[in-house]
C-alpha cells in the first residue's frame, strides 16, 4: 500500500507578508545593531552573554543555565566563551560543589566592555526600533514575541533535554 505523503499547509499571502516582513526587519536591524557595536569590538552574541552575566549574581552564572537563559547550544556557548575568554571578557571555573559543571565569570574588563558599549547600544536600539513604534506597537509586540519565545523556549528545553 502506498504512503500517503502529507501536503504541508502553506502560507497565505497574510502569513507570508508577516513572515517575510519580520525576517528582513530582524536581519537587517541584527546587521545594523552588529555594524553599530563593532567599534568596541563586541558581536551581539558576546554582548547578549556579557547581559546574562552583568545580571547574574556576582557577575556568574552555570555555563548550563548561560545556555538555556541565552538559547544558545552548550557546544555554541563554548566557542563563544573561548573567544571571549581571549579577549579577556569572562573566565571559565569548574564548579567546586559538584566538579562537573562549570561557572562563567565575567571578568573586570568584561564589566567595563560591557558598561561602555551600553551607551551606544541602547542608542542604536532606539533609534533603529523604538523611536518607529507607538507605545501601543511596543505593548503588541510584547506580547506577540513573549508568546513565541516562550514556545520556542520550551522547544529548546525539550530538544536540548534541559526540563
Given at each position: ?148 519565545s516562550e514556545k520556542m523556549r520550551q522547544q529548546f528545553s525539550e530538544s536540548c533535554?534541559?526540563?
Amino acid at each position: 500500500m502506498p504512503v500517503k505523503k502529507i501536503e504541508p499547509k502553506w502560507l497565505s499571502t497574510k502569513e507570508l507578508k508577516a513572515w517575510r516582513s519580520y525576517i528582513v526587519a530582524s536581519r537587517q536591524l541584527w546587521d545594523a545593531l552588529e555594524i553599530d557595536l563593532a567599534p568596541h569590538e563586541l558581536s551581539m552574541s558576546d554582548y547578549e552573554i556579557l547581559v546574562h552575566l552583568s545580571e547574574a549574581p556576582d557577575r556568574q552564572i552555570r555555563m548550563s543555565e548561560l545556555a538555556q537563559s541565552a538559547m544558545i547550544s552548550k557546544s555554541r556557548l563554548s566557542h563563544r566563551m573561548k573567544v571571549m575568554e581571549k579577549a579577556g571578557w569572562v573566565r571559565r571555573e569548574v564548579c567546586t560543589m559538584d566538579k562537573r559543571g562549570q561557572f562563567a565569570i565575567m571578568t573586570e574588563k568584561g564589566w567595563k566592555a560591557i558598561v561602555k558599549a551600553a551607551p551606544d547600544h541602547v542608542d542604536s536600539i532606539r533609534a533603529r526600533f523604538i523611536d518607529h513604534l507607538t507605545v501601543k506597537d511596543q505593548e503588541d509586540l510584547a506580547r506577540i514575541f513573549e508568546r513565541v519565545s516562550e514556545k520556542m523556549r520550551q522547544q529548546f528545553s525539550e530538544s536540548c533535554g534541559t526540563e
